[in-house]
């Protein structure tokens, strides 16, 4: 099967198979060729206990950004060793970091919505579109009600920004569903979860979220612009 054909085929299929039966079904049609991004998330974790709990031949891999939280990465090290599965780790290079921090300053992604997201290119975009690299299929943990940006998001999808089809296996998971669902596996999940950080990205952009807030209040909450780094951009 080829890249964008017959995705809506695939689509209808998906939709009568659980998360963990389209995973196997998108690994078994592209042999070698899929990949899923983990930013260590709830839904990320859990899409981590499917791979491994149905021994799925799905590459994972993450984006360590130089900015994250210790509590992601410990958790990082966590979800290893409890999986046995490997994560392969991306990093920024140091010559795009270096001229950024010198032409905006250390924390100088405060200061507009520019200079943060060309901070998030060169700490995200840039080490994803290395890490996607030669696969067809980009697993992620999006879910529709996460926010209005992704609630007219497909299962399966075209990515355009990455030249590669997208697949959203949590896509109609609720927020409760997917809490019910980590407490009954016991995954393993960061703690900031517990003290109200519900969409957790590097620690300057990420604070606690008050209550009625929406999910991605949190990320970049001193802009007023869509609450997205590039990663998913539509």
Same mark, same amino acid.
């Given at each position: ?16 198979? /659980?998360?963990? =039966? ?13 990949? +899923? ?55 920024? $290079? ?26 998030? +290119?060169? %700490? ?5 579109? %290395? ?28 990515? =355009?920004?990455?030249?590669?089809? #997208? ?10 569903? @997917? ?17 109200? +950080?519900? /969409? ?5 952009? $990420?604070?606690?979220? @008050? ?15 869509? #609450? ?7």
């Amino acid at each position: 099967m080829t890249q964008r054909k017959n995705l809506h085929e695939l689509e209808a299929q998906l939709e009568q198979l /659980s998360a963990q =039966e389209g995973l196997a079904l998108i690994a078994d049609l592209f042999p070698g060729k899929v990949t +899923f991004s983990t930013s260590l998330g709830q839904e990320d974790q859990v899409i981590t206990q499917l791979i491994a709990s149905g021994n799925i031949p799905v590459k994972i891999f993450s984006l360590d950004t130089g900015r994250l939280f210790s509590e992601t990465l410990d958790l990082l090290s966590r979800t290893e060793a409890k999986y046995k599965q490997i994560i392969k780790v991306y990093y920024p $290079t140091t010559d795009s970091v270096e001229k950024l921090v010198s032409d905006i300053g250390i924390n100088g992604f405060y200061d507009s919505v520019e200079n943060r997201k060309s901070c998030c +290119f060169v %700490r995200k975009v840039e080490p994803l579109r %290395r890490a996607l690299a030669g696969n067809e299929i980009w697993i992620t943990g999006l879910r529709a009600e996460q926010s209005a940006n992704r609630s007219d998001m497909k299962r399966i999808e075209w990515d =355009e920004a990455n030249q590669i089809i #997208k697949y959203n296996p949590l896509l109609d998971w609720t927020f409760d569903q @997917m809490l019910a669902f980590i407490d009954e596996k016991n995954i393993p999940y960061n703690p900031l979860h517990d003290k109200g +950080f519900i /969409s957790i990205g590097c620690a300057p952009c $990420t604070r606690a979220i @008050m209550e009625g807030e929406d999910a991605r209040a949190g990320r970049w909450w001193w802009e007023d612009s869509k #609450k997205e780094c590039g990663l998913h951009a539509r």
